[in-house]
């Protein structure tokens, strides 16, 4: 530390007094602490304590003192002083936002009580689960299903209310979309994480109206967890382009969360965007969902294999590129006994003595039993050993007839 430190206090030792100054002074506040070790303020106001982290708005307001700041401080401390707990359901249910993150826990208990650290969510598109956060001036906190217990509501009233958080900045989205011959891409950034525009997609009719007022097809980017672009009326050209724009944005995303585009249904519902085979766009989209399945299952296959009380093979899921340049994913069967198969484009049978035999997961299935393993997102399918050998013949002979 300077000299000139060593007199008046370093920066974050000066950011952090001043808060503490503004915290006693905020009226129903009665007692608060600056502990500059975890660089924190406890406060007290009446029965409700809480604490203040310095160091996210140290990095939120670059050290800067000035009206932002006091204005963060003071939406932080409002509610407490007001009586309100953090923990409470009307502190919570102003400030619920949807999120979505990858999805890829080894287990899912929605609905049941697993204990505090399990976050509440639900699928929304494949690979995608849409959870649900308490935004606050400094962090968000996820809610779990331990919250829906103390708050005395259930999963679906959350999930409705964060979803009515976002309704008025769903109607001011609108005004941009209009009719128009020219294709549009529109980019929506959200760098600080604040305006929970890249969770629109999630509310009910957003896209669909997007599409309705344009007259168009509204394709939706959502790379990183924060942000999204939208193009209306793209062509098959601009849509390649955008998909290679979208890949790179996955690679350099803080927090990825898909490469490939979404639209909606013909019942307005969100969904990944898909092609025929012979479609130009297809070699595109098929790396893209190769790329998001393998990212999101890997995860999930380490926590499985780590897991001493799950007795079957985790098969891992692989991104393979065929001779023909064409991507897709695979995954191994093993002779040994049961295994927890990730769904695949590809199953490759494994034996013992080294032979392999492979098959597209739609041909296996006419053959074999692939039943769902439950409690898992992505899926898994619970198999025993291989299938028996007159199956297995069967097999090898529709393995010699096709050629993909």
Known sequence: MSFMGRIFGSPRDRFGKHILA????????????????SYEITYRCGSAQAKLSL????RRFDGEIGPELEQAVAELLE????GLSPDSWEYAEPRLRPVLRQAGLARIGLGEFHGQDVVL??????????????DMPT????VTVFDLRRWEVDADQVFATAHGNLTELAINTMAVFAPS?????????????????GSLPLIPGWLAGAGARTGAQALVFLSGHLGMFITIGATDELVNSLLAVADQRYDDALRPLSPLPYTVDEDGVLVPYRVPRN??????????EAKLAVAVYGPQTEMLRADEEVEAVASALLHVRGPNGIEHTMTPWSAGGPTLLPKADYIVFVNDDGETLRLAW???????????????DPPRYLVPAHPAEPVMARLRTLAALTDD
């Open 181 to 197: 011959e020219r294709t549009q891409v529109l980019e929506y950034p959200d760098d600080d994480g604040d305006t929970y525009v």
């Open 279 to 288: 479609h130009p766009v297809w070699p595109a989209l098929r790396h893209a």
């Open 139 to 142: 962090t968000i906190r996820f």
């Open 55 to 58: 160091d996210i708005l140290f």
């Open 22 to 37: 503004q915290v006693l002074a905020f009226e129903g506040v009665d007692v608060a602490e600056y502990d500059p070790d």
């Open 79 to 82: 509610p407490i002083a007001a």
């Open 121 to 134: 969510g639900r699928p929304a598109v494949p690979y995608l689960n849409e959870m649900v956060v308490v």
């Open 362 to 376: 739609e041909d296996v299935s006419e053959y074999v039993d692939l039943p769902v393993a439950p409690g898992f």
